[in-house]
């Protein structure tokens, strides 16, 4: 028992091995604490591995920016020690409409640093299968990419490497001042923090009531590429305009909300942010619709997958072959975008509820630290 309780008790323990536990995880090992992570799973599963793999940098408004300036930082330091890719290959916003090619311009102006205006010639140098609809387009380079499902795992590797505990496949059932229980007997940490994604609410019913905290279900495919094409950047499109704050306090935004509103307005109605990445292996991922509730029905809707697929066909001028299909959950609060919570003394509640953890839990945690500590 007493080597059983060593190996249970650390100066941090973690609870939840995704972007946002991990997060925590490296910037506590960086500063010489001990740290155990607590994950359910035998490996993460949740919305870390169901992204883009897009860290959408330049995309982030207030204080999410700066924790996405921090968090591009602490990749590139990270990717060759953890051993995955990192490809600083930037984002490519698509203009299919004057109004969407003002609002890049707007940005443009503001930002001359952190975007490049495209003619149509040059979005079709980085983006060949852009469709003859196309207007202008923007470079956004300081945006990253990884795929996720090999990152992800490669950074919890390197961390067990480096003498961080992991304790896979333990149930979370009560996380007390300094005390975590779980299906494999206590963990005692001198500060904890939980980072259970959408799940919070199931330990912390209070803390998710307080701050509006619901789940935001995706619906996302990935299919097989129209040709032996490669596309370097992340490809985003209108809708991405209207839902990243960066370009979304544009003036012009009002214009192509309005414009997408007349001609497509199921686009709005389903929260569809059109945009597509692509994997190692050529394949694309295209996504994605987003709804909101506390519990989200078992069934998918089809109409949905179809609509992705209509309009993906529309950008890519090809009809699309679906090779996987699958839905992500992450936790969404209308109150914040970041969700830090103390419901006792030495420990937090941390969630990322807006849907950029990857863009900006790795500079979200160190600020997290300075107050637990």
């Not at 994997?279 to 996504?287: A, E, K, Q, Y």
């Not at 993906?312 to 914040?336: D, F, M, P, Q």
Request: aromatic share 6%.
């Amino acid at each position: 028992m007493p080597d059983q309780t060593a190996a249970h008790s650390a100066d941090l323990v973690v609870v939840g091995a995704g972007i946002v536990g991990l997060a925590h995880a490296l910037e506590a090992h960086a500063r010489g604490l001990s740290v155990v992570v607590v994950e359910r799973d035998a490996r993460a599963v949740g919305a870390s591995v169901r992204n883009f793999g897009h860290i959408g940098t330049t995309l982030q408004g207030s204080d999410a920016a700066a924790y996405a300036a921090a968090a591009r930082d602490r990749w590139l330091s990270l990717a060759p020690k953890a051993g995955f890719d990192l490809l600083e290959v930037g984002t490519l916003m698509v203009a299919r409409s004057k109004a969407e090619l003002a609002v890049l311009e707007e940005f443009a102006a503001g930002h001359p640093c952190l975007a490049r205006l495209l003619l149509p010639g040059q979005v079709r140098d980085v983006f060949p299968l852009a469709t003859d609809d196309v207007v202008g387009g923007a470079h956004l380079p300081q945006d990253l990419r990884v795929d996720p499902r090999e990152a992800i795992p490669s950074v919890a590797a390197w961390l067990e490497s480096e003498g961080v505990r992991f304790a896979w496949n333990t149930q979370v059932g009560l996380v007390g001042e300094g005390l975590v229980r779980t299906s494999r007997g206590d963990f005692h940490g001198t500060r904890i923090v939980y980072a259970g994604g959408h799940d919070l609410d199931r330990l912390f019913p209070g803390i998710a009531e307080d701050h509006r905290v619901q789940r935001c279900l995706l619906q996302m495919l990935e299919v097989a590429p129209p040709g032996d094409v490669r596309i370097g950047p992340a490809i985003l499109t209108g809708t991405g305009m209207l839902r990243y704050p960066a370009f979304a306090t544009m003036p012009s935004a009002a214009a192509v909300r309005a414009e997408i509103e007349a001609r497509r307005p199921e686009l709005l109605d389903h929260a569809v942010n059109l945009m597509l990445t692509q994997r190692p292996d050529g394949s694309l991922v295209l996504g994605d619709t987003h709804h909101y509730d506390r519990t989200h029905a078992p069934f998918d809707d089809e109409s949905l997958a179809e609509l992705l697929l209509r309009e993906g066909a529309r950008l890519l001028g090809a009809k699309l072959t679906v090779r996987r299909r699958w839905r992500g959950i992450y936790a969404e609060s209308s109150a914040t975008n970041f969700l830090i919570a103390q419901p006792h003394p030495g420990t937090r509640v941390v969630a990322v509820t807006s849907g950029i953890g990857m863009s900006t839990a790795l500079g979200l945690a160190p600020a997290v630290l300075d107050q637990l500590l």
